[in-house]
């Protein structure tokens, strides 16, 4: 994967630099978390799986944010934006047609080439799957790139599920196999699982740990009994992916947020191998 690297487009401008971006589609997902299409007004944003990249309005604020939308051509890509302060609240504020600033994007990426002719097993919970569903979308747009794909889903209540109608395009298709839970039903007419997500991974049948990468995003209090499920299920620390999107800030790795030990998370992930990070006080 690799750190990032100072990148420029064809016309020479910066990923250092903002860029303007407008708001194309617009849709409220839960009670805190926003679904935006932006389209960069000069370029394609020519990102890859799992990167972010730094949004901004002048006067107001910065603030990292994963691109959710799988990488194209196109000058459009897609984010879900939760409202947690002053900057995410003036952004769900503005309209259609109205603009950002776009620094990025940045970040090691989902190593989704090298993976090609394995299974995937992907383990999101919460806003984690913001980053990963460029990486499933991808690698459903590429079925045949691919073996078994299972999609792992997890949330605090019914009312927190995001991507609604495409959980339910996931869980019709009949070369995926999408299981979801939440931790909590009450005063729902929520009928699947209940419970946190690694109630999920005992109904996992004929995954083989030996050709399956795990790619596991969501809060941190998720990763530790995921990694240990994994470990339960044989799997080894080389074939687990994970994202630690942990205190980012600036993107350049020049704030120290985001920095464990000598590791930088802005700039030398936020996806890991977790056999890289595994021995990093705090990491998980």
């Not at 944003?45 to 002048?58: A, C, D, W």
């Not at 073996?147 to 995926?176: A, H, M, N, Y």
């Not at 699947?192 to 004929?206: A, D, R, S």
């Amino acid at each position: 994967m690799g750190n990032c690297q100072c990148q420029s487009n064809t016309k020479g401008s910066s990923i250092y630099l903002p860029e303007i971006a407008r708001i194309t589609r617009k849709k409220l997902m839960t009670d805190v978390d926003c679904f935006f299409e932006f389209e960069m007004e000069k370029r394609p944003l020519g990102h890859k799986y799992g990167q972010f990249v730094e949004i901004s309005i002048p006067g107001i604020g910065e603030a990292p944010i994963s691109i959710s939308s799988a990488p194209s051509s196109s000058k459009k890509f897609e984010m879900v934006i939760r409202n947690v302060g002053e900057l995410t609240s003036v952004i769900h504020g503005l309209n259609i047609g109205e603009a950002i600033g776009v620094r990025g994007p940045y970040g090691t990426t989902f190593p989704m080439d090298d993976l090609k002719g394995k299974s995937l097993l992907y383990i999101t919970g919460g806003i984690g799957l913001v980053p990963a569903r460029s990486a499933i979308l991808h690698s459903l747009a590429n079925r045949n790139d691919y073996k078994d794909i299972t999609i792992l889903f997890g949330c605090k209540d019914p009312s927190q599920r995001i991507f609604v109608d495409e959980l339910s395009e996931w869980e019709k298709r009949p070369d995926v196999n999408f299981l979801e839970t939440v931790d909590t039903a009450a005063n729902s007419n929520w009928k699947g699982n209940v419970g946190v997500i690694t109630t999920l991974m005992p109904k996992l049948q004929n995954v083989n740990p030996d050709n399956t990468v795990a790619i596991v995003v969501g809060p941190p209090i998720m990763y530790k009994f995921v990694i240990m499920s994994l470990h339960d299920m044989g799997f080894t620390d080389d074939h687990i992916v994970v994202s630690l999107e942990r205190r980012m800030k600036c993107g350049v790795g020049k704030c120290g947020h985001c920095q464990i030990n000598h590791i930088y998370v802005c700039q030398d992930g936020p996806v890991f191998y977790f056999s890289d990070i595994k021995d990093l006080k705090e990491a998980i």
